[in-house]
């Protein structure tokens, strides 16, 4: 947000642009972002370029499973087809120089450019004064004296900034990437190391549920709310599903849970037990499956909750 008011303080007319990755981060805060700031925003969906940057990013990853450098550089190149699908003269980011270890100390700001193909029609307000004069500057389309000099990780600075610039939400210091959470990381990295070419599907199953691996192939998830139900009946119901069931509570209040990687009977019964230990009812005694793609479902009696009490979550 920073970054675009400084530009617009100049007169320059921005389009901010978000890219919609699968696990869907940020996207009201983006388009609130966009409202306060009175710009267009473009939306882009990241493809399967993306997910084959998870699974083997170039230059590594962060903390958790957040390849930042290769993401900021794929968001980049997007970045980069917009801007000449639009006649624009330069793509901005609001990057600070030092301010994150994995991706912004001046050698992946250079790496970004260089990788991404903007080069020198790559703007970072936010530092520009410490970083080599762009294009625009260079050719006084953009008044280099009125952008900053910031750098490394403290705020304080950042936060007066954006009151004098009028702006109301100053946003957190966190990035918003579930890829950087440690808990979400592990069930990343769980899914590549039993399936090192895992899907589309498989990766978005990651955002719903509570995750038990139980064999090398198969894991069962379970539903801690009336979203995470339907997110599970909906990745069910796909065409690119992977094989399995899905239990659904007949005649007692409790979640959804999904089967994903095969059916045998003994998953089935550790799902059902499943469902019944998270039930808020005291002793339901059977339980929906249903079966590949039909529609029809099967009523299978659940004996008991005990197989569930060993279960370790993801």
Known sequence: ??????????????????????????KAQAAQAAAELRVRLLVHSAGEDYLELIRQPAYGYGKGVNPCVDCRIFMA??????????????????EVLGQREMSQKRIDLDRIARQSGLEDRLLRPLSARLLAPTLPERQGQIDRSRLCAFSGRGRRELIALARRLGIGTTPGPSSGCRLAEAHFAGRVRDLLLHHPAATRWQFE?????????????????VGR???????????????????G???IPAGFPGPSVLVAGGAPPWALELAGALMLRYSKS??????????GRLEAAELVAIRSREAANEISWL
Not at 225 to 240: F, S, T
């Open 1 to 26: 947000m920073l970054a675009v008011r400084l530009m617009q303080e100049q007169g320059i007319e921005v389009d901010a642009l978000y890219v919609q990755t699968l696990f869907r981060c940020c």
């Open 77 to 94: 190149r997007l970045a980069r087809k917009c801007m000449d699908q639009l006649g624009a003269c330069v793509v901005v980011t609001g």
């Open 205 to 221: 199953l990651l955002a719903a549920g509570r995750h038990a691996r139980i064999d090398a192939s198969t894991k069962i998830v």
């Open 225 to 243: 709310n009336a979203d995470d139900n339907a997110a599970l009946e909906q990745l069910y119901k796909r065409q690119d599903a992977e094989p």
């Open 245 to 247: 069931a899905l239990l």
């Open 282 to 291: 005291a002793g339901p005694h059977h339980a929906h499956v249903r079966r």
